[in-house]
């Protein structure tokens, strides 16, 4: 396979992912928002900071609204992490590899692409937002649907994958990282509505709330939500699940090119980073200085794989 | 200008009977629900649309990527017309892949004076970088595009020989998959010959002309300038039929007197190079020093017989619109056979007597620009307003040898669907050609484009043409 390929691939599902993260994302901000206990416009302004755009943000805005942080996030040209910005980059790195993708794969980013550009040609409406985040969701889960159907299972498939999870390894850690302070175990001593309203709002922002229900027997407490979104290897978001699919695909390819890279070591060491930590020691070294480091190492990662499979010249 | 009296319509005769190729297809049409075949329209273009079928018009913001509209009515061409034209594109590509190997070589033609000298001389598309080498099997057009025009029913011309790269193939496969698709009972009871072997046809031309470095089975890929040029679509539709890799000039580079592609795991081999990109871009250190787009060195392994680039640089010399009009000479000199195909009568600017003709009757004739394509920089003079006429005549004088003229040809019409029905609309058509050392092989039919406005005679889809599919019967 093409260098090149390789990286159209990796870039195209990261490009996916993002899309899809970011409606997850305005749906958390947009119910925090209505729930009257909380600061709607600091909200609105962690929204911006997690989805990783709030330098382009305050370059070109001064306050935070609703109308404001929706436009920014779902049709803002401006912003190159902008559901319409990255779906338009996931279709012309669709484009770039088209020869090595399914034609059920392809025409399903292409419809995603059609689709979102209509939907996205005027400003959203508050009343509009649900069923167009659903609809992000929806075209989202056709790509996944087709690349799980229809793709042969080898490099190909494994880049796609990769890029998958490298970008939401990266999502998750960032939404623990920016919320960092309602999941500290101070914090669940309080137990006010405030804290469960934030609460709520992460696992939401991960599509959690529920799984976390039906797997959780313990209460909903701020230790407990930190250590399902970091360590639980059945939560298809966590940073525990992310690392095993990375470290899993990036295996494969190490057998099917009979090729070990420097990024094998260092995804291992993400590895047993995980295998060999648990939530205290999280607390011990610091939750925000825990998920700092996974933000740099998993970059680290990514452009690591970029280097040893030859992305670019 | 509108349809007039002499204007050949390929299926509906002056007195309003069926040709007989159209035949089968009119008694089949006649037995259709209109508002069937009006749906059946729209469905092939949400299928076009869906798949990615599109080409990017240069200097258009807002639409990017365009459909070129496609038209359910099939061009038809008997088996004996087919013949008769195929035969004549034949014998007129290899008479072109001579005359390229004798003016970089012997230049005989220009030696025993049938062609003027100055215009091989002062020609852009002549590289230097060429004289004195032979390409590997001696084919410097390994695809070619013959663009073909009819004004009655024995009378086909040569309207240009697209020797560079030429495009539309993908647009003559899949018209045929969509009309298959919608229309599986008309290929049940009308026998068409087949178009699918081309993408094969190809990949095997191409390894036919490997290099002499090349051991083993011969590994091809196309070349691309990248996923914002007008027919990107085309480049990697044919890299995916043929299996081929679809690569850029910076996934290239040279690597022990090879081309090689950079892959997931080193640095592989390329054995053929079926460049989509002109000669200018293809090497910086030879060619253009400011192009991004091709592979720095590759002339020189070129030359050396590391690797083979389909079509061979500076084959742009027999496409060239003043080249064209010595082009019956040229098959003469070179198969010692009168040309089978006509040319279309062209006055050349650049001679005072034709200059002073062209300038005379410039609202009659269409003027194009020798280097120019896809409809751009041409004057249609029946077409055009005063204004436009005179702001091209200054061009014209400043500059006649850019020029060529020719009368305006009463394009033959094909019928496409319309709400009314059916109505008549002038096209042309451009076959498909290959070359290697193992003989030429042209698929039967092309691409027909056809103008989609009433009257218009410009069928180029930057200039608002669709197409439709071409059928030649089987025996």
């Not at chain 1, 989805?51 to 996030?73: C, E, F, I, P």
């Not at chain 1, 910005?85 to 059920?104: F, G, M, Q």
């Not at chain 2, 470095?213 to 539709?237: D, M, Q, W």
């Not at chain 2, 200059?355 to 120019?372: A, F, I, P, Q, T």
């Amino acid at each position: 396979m093409l260098g090149k390929t390789a990286g159209g691939l990796y870039w195209m599902f990261r490009f996916l992912e993002r899309s899809e993260n970011t409606a997850r994302l305005l749906e958390a901000g947009f119910r925090m928002a209505l729930t009257r206990s909380s600061d709607a416009e600091s909200e609105w302004q962690s929204v911006v900071t997690t989805s990783g755009a709030a330098m382009g943000y305050q370059a070109k805005y001064d306050s935070y609204s609703d109308t404001l942080v929706m436009d920014w996030l779902l049709r803002d040209p401006d912003n190159p992490s902008s559901v319409i910005s990255v779906t338009k980059s996931a279709r012309d790195n669709a484009r770039l590899v088209r020869t090595a993708l399914t034609t059920e794969v392809w025409e399903a980013v292409n419809d995603n692409w059609m689709t979102l550009r209509d939907l996205l040609k005027e400003p959203v409406t508050t009343v509009d937002l649900p069923s167009v985040l659903a609809t992000i969701r929806k075209q989202s889960a056709l790509v996944r649907g087709a690349l799980y159907g229809t793709m042969l299972r080898n490099d190909i498939y494994d880049f796609a994958r990769i890029g998958t999870f490298i970008e939401r390894a990266d999502n998750t850690a960032r939404i623990i990282d920016v919320k960092y302070y309602t999941l500290l175990p101070s914090a669940s001593a309080v137990g006010s509505s405030l804290d469960n309203v934030q609460w709520e709002m992460i696992l939401r922002s991960v599509s959690a709330h529920r799984c976390f229900r039906w797997l959780d027997e313990k209460d909903m407490t701020a230790t407990a939500i930190a250590e399902f979104l970091i360590f639980d290897k059945r939560l298809p978001r966590s940073l525990a699940f992310c690392v095993k699919q990375t470290t899993e695909n990036l295996r494969y390819l190490e057998q099917e090119y009979e090729q070990r890279h420097p990024c094998h070591d260092l995804a291992d060491r993400l590895k047993r980073w995980v295998r060999e930590s648990d939530i205290n020691t999280v607390f011990d070294l610091g939750l925000h200085e825990v998920v700092t480091e996974f933000i740099r190492d998993n970059n680290a990662l990514g452009s690591q794989i970029e280097q040893d499979y030859r992305f670019m010249a | 200008m509108t349809k007039g009296p002499t204007t050949y319509d390929e299926m509906i005769r002056s007195d309003g009977s069926i040709s007989p190729p159209y035949e089968r297809y009119d008694t089949w049409f006649k037995s259709q629900d209109p508002g069937r075949l009006a749906s059946k329209s729209q469905e092939a273009e949400a299928f076009f649309r869906r798949t990615g079928i599109t080409f990017n018009v240069y200097g258009d913001a807002e639409a990017q990527e365009r459909l070129i509209p496609f038209d359910l009515v099939p061009r038809i061409l008997s088996h004996r017309e087919w013949t008769r034209l195929s035969k004549g594109i034949e014998q007129r590509v290899r008479a072109i892949n001579a005359f390229i190997w004798d003016i970089y070589n012997r230049q005989e033609i220009l030696r025993a004076g049938r062609i003027p000298k100055e215009l091989i001389a002062q020609n852009d598309a002549f590289l230097p970088q060429m004289i004195g080498f032979t390409p590997p099997g001696k084919v410097y057009t390994h695809i070619v595009g013959t663009d073909i025009v009819r004004t009655g029913e024995g009378d086909f011309f040569v309207l240009e020989d697209n020797a560079r790269t030429p495009s539309g193939v993908s647009y003559m496969l899949e018209n045929r998959e969509t009309m298959l698709q919608m229309f599986p009972e008309l290929f049940a009871q009308i026998r068409v010959q087949p178009v699918s072997d081309y993408p094969k046809n190809l990949r095997h031309s191409l390894a036919a002309c490997a290099p002499a470095a090349c051991t083993g089975k011969p590994r091809v890929a196309v070349l691309t300038p990248g996923i914002h040029n007008s027919a990107y679509f085309e480049h990697s539709f044919l890299a995916d039929q043929m299996g081929a890799e679809l690569v850029e000039g910076h996934d290239l580079r040279v690597v022990d007197g090879r081309i090689a592609m950079r892959t997931t795991q080193g640095y592989h081999v390329v054995d053929v190079l079926y460049r989509r990109i002109d000669d200018d871009f293809l090497d910086p250190l030879s060619f253009n020093p400011e192009s991004m787009l091709g592979v720095p060195g590759i002339m020189d392994i070129y030359r050396a017989g590391g690797i083979t680039i389909a079509n061979a640089p500076g084959a742009g010399i027999a496409d060239d619109k003043a080249i064209y009009s010595y082009m019956p000479e040229i098959v003469e000199f070179y198969t010692g056979e009168k040309a089978l195909l006509k040319n279309v009568e062209t006055y050349r600017c650049a001679e005072p007597e034709a200059l002073k003709y062209v300038l005379d009757n410039l609202s009659e004739l269409v003027v194009k620009e020798v280097h120019g394509s896809g409809g751009y920089g041409m004057l249609v003079g029946p077409a055009a307003s005063k204004k436009e006429i005179a702001a091209f005549r200054k061009k014209l004088e400043a500059r006649p040898a850019n020029y060529i003229a020719q009368p305006t040809l009463s394009l033959s019409t094909v019928p496409i669907f319309v709400d009314q029905g059916l109505a008549p609309r002038h096209v042309d058509l451009r076959p498909f050609v290959l070359v290697s050392p193992q003989g030429v092989n042209i698929t039967p039919g092309g691409l027909t484009r056809v103008a989609l406005t009433e009257g218009s005679l410009v069928v180029n889809s930057s200039q608002g043409g669709g197409t439709k599919d071409t059928w030649v019967l089987e025996d």
